[in-house]
């Protein structure tokens, strides 16, 4: 039953963070309540996911790491750095807008992305170490690239940041991964089908509960809104465009090339949307949530061309072979 529950969660995924938002704009006051929640929601889907990752793969990564270098570049150079500049020429002077900007942009790749390159025959090792890596260093490079970027302009308090980041995201991967070496991952298939679901329903309880406490600033259907979400979309689809130019100019197999693009345009969204709320004010989160609500949609139209481009290069191998 649970496996079932799981695969057609899988299929909905691009509904869920959207009905997660709609939830907690209706529920308002009534969920905002529970932000305290978001913290521990969030570390048990991490660890839920993280139980599938393995030091093994991680190590083979190593031994040739341009893919992973480049992910790195795309998300913590390229994307924090074309946010802050997007934030400035549209929304000049405006403090809470360019850090929910980069704030969007800097944190870690997710482990939804994960799904992703499965359903699209990526390489799933590059992807777990992807998440692995980005996963240790988030604690450092999130605090460092907004102080680094956003300083000036609001106050941080960075070594709480660290402290979260730590606790929501690094403390549950590494036991997640003790697990998968003591039982020699076995662990996947004895605990796999229980927690996968429940991580999947954990993500739309803290979706809910983050659009509950900044329902006051979506509830309204200004022209601002509408733009800005329209700028959230085009920023999420320049990270996947950048890890389709990179492949390609790097010369990527299709396999790695699946990874990068999605390991480049994804991101753990719904880690963002907690630190927003939990350090910053309301209006800081506006930013991340909108890209909760499309990182899903735009991750699925992402999925359809690469299938397509699949499709036409096995075809193509197919005809070479004959």
């Not at 150079?77 to 403090?95: C, E, K, N, R, Y």
């Not at 309880?205 to 959230?232: E, H, M, R, W």
């Not at 699949?310 to 193509?316: A, D, L, S, V």
């Amino acid at each position: 039953m649970l496996i079932e529950l799981n695969r057609k969660l899988n299929k909905l995924m691009p509904l869920i963070t959207p009905t997660g938002i709609l939830i907690g704009i209706l529920c308002g006051s009534s969920l905002a309540s529970y932000t305290y929640l978001s913290p521990w929601l969030f570390a048990f889907m991490t660890f839920a996911g993280s139980i599938s990752l393995s030091f093994r793969d991680f190590l083979n990564v190593l031994k040739k790491p341009l893919p992973l270098m480049l992910c790195l570049f795309i998300l913590h150079l390229a994307m924090p750095v074309l946010a802050m500049t997007v934030s400035h020429l549209l929304f000049p002077g405006d403090a809470y807008m360019l850090t929910g900007f980069v704030l969007a942009a800097v944190i870690p790749t997710g482990i939804s992305t994960f799904v992703w390159v499965s359903i699209y025959k990526g390489n799933i090792a590059l992807t777990l170490s992807i998440i692995l890596i980005d996963t240790l260093l988030a604690p450092f490079i999130v605090p460092g690239v907004l102080s680094l970027l956003v300083g000036a302009s609001v106050r941080l308090d960075a070594l709480s940041m660290i402290g979260s980041l730590f606790w929501m995201i690094v403390a549950p991967s590494l036991l997640g991964m003790l697990l998968n070496e003591w039982s020699k991952g076995k662990i996947i298939l004895s605990w796999g089908p229980w927690l996968n679901p429940f991580s999947k329903l954990g993500m739309a309880c803290v979706v809910a509960i983050n659009g509950a406490v900044v329902a006051p600033y979506l509830s309204d259907f200004s022209p601002k809104l509408l733009g800005l979400a329209a700028v959230i979309i085009l920023l999420a689809l320049v990270g996947y465009l950048l890890g389709f130019g990179l492949s390609r100019l790097t010369r990527l197999n299709q396999s790695d090339k699946v990874a990068l693009v999605f390991n480049g345009g994804m991101r753990n969204i719904s880690a963002g949307a907690v630190l927003a709320v939990t350090y910053f004010p309301a209006p800081v989160a506006v930013p991340v949530v909108l890209g909760m609500v499309f990182q899903q949609l735009t991750a699925s139209l992402i999925g359809l061309v690469l299938g397509r481009q699949n499709r036409r290069q096995h075809q193509t191998d197919t005809a070479s072979a004959a």
